[in-house]
T-cell receptor, first 112, second 117 residues
Framework: EADIYQTPRYLVIGTGKKITLECSQTMGHDKMYWYQQDPGMELHLIHYSYGVNSTEKGDLSSESTVSRIRTEHFPLTLESARPSHTSQYLC???????????FGSGTRLTVV | AQKVTQAQTEISVVEKEDVTLDCVYETRDTTYYLFWYKQPPSGELVFLIRRNSFDEQNEISGRYSWNFQKSTSSFNFTITASQVVDSAVYFCALSEMDGGATNKLIFGTGTLLAVQP
């Protein structure tokens, strides 16, 4: 049974649309992350949070934004989707400073 | 700078063969953690193992084993008697110190393992 949930699982949308990818975890983890995964497999950290009201940009520049108003919820928003945003987006959380993330199932986004 | 290298992009084996996935890392930290994750075709990343920098003992879990060697900065993963269900992308990762807290993971580029029946 998954403890971290991402919705939707698949999404196809038109260029210029605003979208929000949802990520929720039931483990009470303070630390949460968003990764973007290319079709070529490589994972890129785009956002992370160490707790409520804390958000930081990751190693890969992204036009998306995130918020962390509640511990369990870490949504990612694209104000105006473009075909270059087509990718898989993976959300993760961790309990402590020892790493060992728990990942969600991912959202496969296609922008046409 | 922290870096993880998985030089093998794709490996194809026949069922029951043993296969080793290589992982080489770079770090200036004296305390760090290394990880392996499995990503099956369904897409989620599944945690397999965590190893801290002070523990160089090899670990075995069923058909899986890990060989950690600080002298060569390597953390290799071996699957014995591979099965079709082992087909997946495997990622090696290194924890990074961030503001004193060890918590950001640096991932390698992944190795796609295809096990043929």
């Amino acid at each position: 049974e998954a403890d971290i949930y991402q919705t939707p699982r698949y999404l196809v949308i038109g260029t210029g649309k605003k979208i929000t990818l949802e990520c929720s975890q039931t483990m009470g983890h303070d630390k949460m992350y968003w990764y973007q995964q290319d079709p070529g497999m490589e994972l890129h950290l785009i956002h992370y949070s160490y707790g409520v009201n804390s958000t930081e940009k990751g190693d890969l520049s992204s036009e998306s934004t995130v918020s962390r108003i509640r511990t369990e919820h870490f949504p990612l928003t694209l104000e105006s989707a473009r075909p270059s945003h087509t990718s898989q987006y993976l959300c993760a959380s961790s309990e402590d400073a020892l790493g060992g993330y728990t990942f969600g199932s991912g959202t496969r986004l296609t922008v046409v | 700078a922290q870096k993880v290298t998985q030089a093998q992009t794709e490996i194809s084996v026949v069922e029951k063969e043993d296969v080793t996935l290589d992982c080489v890392y770079e770090t200036r930290d004296t305390t760090y953690y290394l990880f392996w994750y499995k990503q099956p075709p369904s897409g989620e990343l599944v945690f397999l193992i965590r190893r801290n920098s002070f523990d160089e003992q090899n670990e075995i879990s069923g058909r899986y084993s890990w060989n950690f060697q600080k002298s060569t900065s390597s953390f290799n993963f071996t699957i014995t008697a591979s099965q079709v269900v082992d087909s997946a992308v495997y990622f090696c990762a290194l924890s990074e110190m961030d503001g004193g807290a060890t918590n950001k993971l640096i991932f390698g580029t992944g190795t796609l393992l295809a096990v043929q029946p």
